[in-house]
């Protein structure tokens, strides 16, 4: 299966500044990555679909300006969690789908263990 | 809004047991997928079902999709300790990439 990547798997960051994690897809080309988020012992929640050359396109209640993503290259997306508080940690994973086809499957990448302190 | 709801919550059962976990939902879906995920990892791909009413298998799991596109099961069959994780089922309304997750059914199969 097609393979994507996260970088760093666990990044600790003080309150108050900011944090990049970038979702790679290393086998294949992506025009939409999706951004989730999870909690402790909780499901995954959407926030956002970023696309290539584009504005991402966030979910209700996620606020655009703290959680920006950018979606330069078929390959490479990021998120930056600015100004992070201790309720940011969490979870975050990304997927992505090759070009070919709407019926493809999403791959996940491993996730970023993100804690605040 | 959890859109999908998945029960039970937890499942703690021995080697050897059957089980059954249940997703539901009010809405209806173009496609549904079940996961299952490991402690600091991402969700990996179990199966996908499309039609209303099919039924996939895969070794000792079988999936099924409601025959309206609003629910599924996924039954294993003789759990081994290996099948413990986080099992989560999501529905896509379009294509298979955007998903809405459901709310997780945690199982630990204990030797």
């Known amino acids: 299966g097609a393979v994507v990547s996260q970088h760093p798997s666990r990044v600790i960051c003080k309150s108050g500044t900011s944090v990049k994690i970038e979702c790679r897809s290393l086998?294949?080309?992506?025009?939409?990555m999706f951004w989730y988020r999870q909690f402790p012992k909780q499901s995954l929640m959407l926030m956002a679909t970023?696309?290539?050359?584009?504005?991402?396109?966030?979910e209700q209640g996620v606020e655009k300006d703290k959680f920006l993503i950018n979606h330069a290259s078929l390959t490479l997306s990021t998120l930056t969690v600015t100004s992070a508080h201790p309720e940011d940690s969490s979870f975050y994973i990304c997927?992505?789908?090759?070009?070919?086809?709407?019926?493809?499957?999403?791959?996940f990448g491993q996730g970023t263990r993100l804690t605040v302190v | 809004t959890q859109l999908l709801e998945q029960s039970p919550q937890f499942l703690s059962i021995q080697e050897g047991e059957n089980l059954t976990v249940y997703c539901n939902s009010s809405s209806v879906f173009s496609s549904l997928q079940w996961y299952r995920q490991e402690p600091g990892e991402g969700p990996v791909l179990l199966v996908t079902?499309?039609?209303?009413?099919e039924v996939k298998k895969l070794k000792r799991l079988t999936f099924q999709f409601g025959d309206a596109r609003k629910d599924s099961s996924l039954h294993i069959t003789a759990a081994q300790p290996g099948d413990t994780g986080l099992y989560l089922c999501?529905?896509?309304?379009?294509?298979?990439?955007?998903?809405?997750f459901g709310t997780g059914t945690r199982l630990l199969v204990s030797p």
């Open positions: 086998d294949f080309q992506a025009t939409t």
């Open positions: 970023s696309n290539e050359g584009s504005k991402a396109t966030y």
């Open positions: 079902v499309v039609t209303g009413g």
């Open positions: 997927s992505a789908s090759p070009l070919t086809g709407s019926n493809t499957e999403a791959f």
């Open positions: 999501a529905g896509s309304r379009g294509g298979f990439q955007k998903l809405v």
